[in-house]
């Protein structure tokens, strides 16, 4: 035995539990008043909302849940501007049929704002000077389109506001609470920016850019409510934010970078300056546009090595909760006060990872076939040297998505059962510009998927992989690139798992839910018009190429995802059987587009890691009782 091999097999073996249960607190937001913080925790194995008094060091002390979640989990949630509610979001198992809402916390009794059957809800804007009223999106009136309705917190009550004319995917209200900004899909994939004065007054053109810029809209209006704040790659190749004048059209850029989206902004909610921008890079990195905070960002970035997000602040802007994100590590939150400069631990969101030494996650960058520069992040095992290991691409979702540095429980959890583990953001990746994007359009099984065959082979030239033992795996996206890898390259990769994927783009984009009516035109240009180019999506769809599969397949599939069907993996699944052809289907019946339920995710990766240390070698955790996953096969 050598003894990197000695090393890696003293490495712990992290439990399954560790990584893929419930966090023990995540997500904290300071009430608006700066009395109370709330945090998502688990009640009776459950995720709630829980609350306590801020200034309270000790958390023990008044900690209180106020939600009653019992099967799914609330995982994103506000506070109301009054103080004395919180209001979260819901759906069925996993339909995204979402319901917002409203628990007063004094006497925990829980409001459904929007107790409407079958209909998609969406926040679309609340404001700290109105406290009793939240602008809400609802597909109420036509499945395909949603409306703005304006909801009295107080009563429960909603009334129609805003009008869909028929295109408009998102609204934007203006500082006073109004639906000025409408951002729509024309015919061609064009979008469309329209304005109005008021409420009252007709739609105006005010900006159009065509399909080949980089996705983007309105980031708020300025504090006068004269202007706009655009995300906007016309005339660059990356997302900048750009302000214009309503009256005069009067152009002036903010911020930019020539690689680089814009990938977020801070700003302040009483007076809506716009005070930083963030570019996400390599890693995470902040530009200071508001001389206010800088000292503040440069007190926060000194203090820890994490990527820092700001997740909550007061209306006073006294206090920010502040997150740090590290790649070997649990997110770490605090508490800032920005008077004296002084920091107060909260939590980190899964301490038992403290116990354990995790993996790194190494930029990476190589050419593709065709020169073209691609970006991604390696892990390698701990205590391993990087040579002629068993690797895993692992691919993201989207496709219009990247992956980032930062903590990642399905990378760790790869990496300490031994395998290095490969993320490429393949050509079609957001947030490196439009060229980037623009490289991956109509190239799903084309160099989209070439891309990833290239890191492999990058990482067997660097010696880092065994060429022989590599496999692919991923979620949605990434379950159709790895259904991609098996048939449209049938030597490349030893067993594949495949996570809510497509296996047919044809059924996959005429089953869309139907609320994605207005993005029907982007996804004509990007992929392919189901309308008129059902030939060229057939040859692009795995389903047809499944006689050439010759590597094991898993799939998880959720019963209720509204994104991908459960038909898209029973008829890959089917066609393999009748071509006699190894794979492994489990179908959860509660859950939709991914595993949200501990149990679920507990089970499918027991499954996941038996599958791939079969084929793959690496060291596995038996599978406990409550783990039998054999009620789900099919």
Not at 56 to 80: L, Q
Not at 456 to 466: L, T
């Amino acid at each position: 035995m050598s003894a990197a091999t000695a090393s890696y097999t003293a490495t712990p073996l992290i439990p399954r539990s560790v990584l893929f249960g419930n966090p023990e607190k995540v997500s904290p937001q300071i009430s608006p008043d700066g009395k109370l913080l709330a945090y998502i925790a688990p009640h009776n194995g459950v995720l709630n909302v829980w609350i306590r008094s801020f200034a309270v060091n000790d958390e023990r002390i008044d900690e209180r849940v106020v939600t009653n979640d019992t099967k799914r989990g609330i995982r994103m949630f506000f506070w109301r501007k009054d103080s004395a509610h919180i209001i979260f979001i819901q759906d069925q198992d996993g339909d995204e049929n979402w319901h917002i809402y409203q628990t007063e916390i004094a006497s925990l009794e829980t409001r459904d704002l929007t107790p409407f059957s079958g209909v998609h809800a969406q926040v679309v804007a609340s404001n700290p000077d109105f406290p009793d009223t939240l602008l809400v999106g609802l597909n109420i009136r036509n499945p395909q389109l949603t409306d703005v309705y304006r909801v009295d917190l107080r009563t429960g009550e909603s009334e129609l506001d805003t009008e869909n004319p028929g295109d408009v995917s998102g609204w934007t209200a203006d500082n006073r609470l109004q639906i000025r900004a409408a951002q729509a899909m024309l015919p061609d994939g064009s979008t469309e920016i329209r304005l109005r004065d008021s409420v009252n007054s007709p739609w105006e053109s005010f900006l159009t850019w065509g399909p080949e810029e980089t996705f983007g809209g309105v980031a708020g209006f300025t504090p006068e409510n004269d202007g706009i704040r655009v995300l906007t790659s016309v005339d660059a190749n990356a997302a900048r934010i750009v302000e214009i004048n309503i009256s005069t059209h009067d152009q002036r850029v903010i911020a930019s970078d020539e690689q680089y989206d814009v990938t977020d902004v801070m700003i302040q909610p009483r007076s809506h300056t716009l005070q930083a921008v963030a570019f996400l890079r390599a890693r995470l990195e902040w530009t200071i546009l508001d001389e206010g905070v800088r000292s503040d960002f440069d007190f926060l970035l000194s203090n820890h090595s994490g990527d820092l997000n700001i997740v909550s602040r007061d209306l006073d802007d006294t206090i920010w909760i502040v997150a740090y994100v590290l790649d070997d590590a649990p997110v770490q939150y605090s508490a800032y006060h920005r008077a004296d400069k002084s920091m107060i631990f909260l939590f980190t969101s899964q301490p038992a990872l403290e116990n354990y030494t995790l993996a790194a996650i190494k930029p990476i960058s190589f050419c593709a076939r065709d020169g073209m520069t691609l970006y991604g992040y390696l892990s390698i095992p701990v205590g391993v040297a990087p040579s002629n290991l068993p690797l895993i691409v692992l691919v993201h979702g989207g496709p219009w998505h990247r992956d980032t540095w930062g903590y990642s429980d399905s990378t760790q959890h790869l990496a300490n059962r031994g395998y290095a583990v490969l993320s490429i953001n393949f050509r079609g990746s957001t947030g490196y510009g439009k060229a980037y994007l623009n490289a991956g359009n109509r190239e799903w099984a084309g160099k989209m998927h070439t891309d990833l065959i290239d890191g492999k082979r990058w990482a067997v030239s660097q010696g880092i992989a065994d060429p022989n033992r590599v496999a692919i795996m991923g979620g949605s996206y990434g379950g159709y690139a790895t259904l991609v890898g098996l048939t449209f390259t049938p030597d490349e990769f030893i067993c594949g798992v495949d996570i809510v994927g497509p296996s047919n783009l044809i059924t996959l984009i005429e089953s869309f839910p139907p609320y994605w009516k207005t993005i029907t035109a982007m996804l004509a240009s990007r992929v392919g018009d189901v309308a008129t180019e059902q030939e060229f999506l057939k040859s692009r769809s795995p389903l047809f190429l499944a006689d050439q599969i010759v590597s094991p397949l898993l799939i998880g599939q959720g019963a209720n995802d509204p994104r991908v069907k459960q038909a898209e993996s029973d008829q890959i699944v089917e066609a393999m059987r009748k071509n006699g052809k190894p794979v492994e289907y489990l179908l959860f019946p509660d859950e939709g587009h991914g595993f949200a339920r501990p149990e679920n995710r507990l089970k499918f990766y027991a499954a996941a890691e038996s599958f791939l240390a079969k084929y793959l070698g690496g060291r596995a955790e038996p599978p406990s009782d409550a783990e039998n996953v054999d009620d789900l096969r099919k």
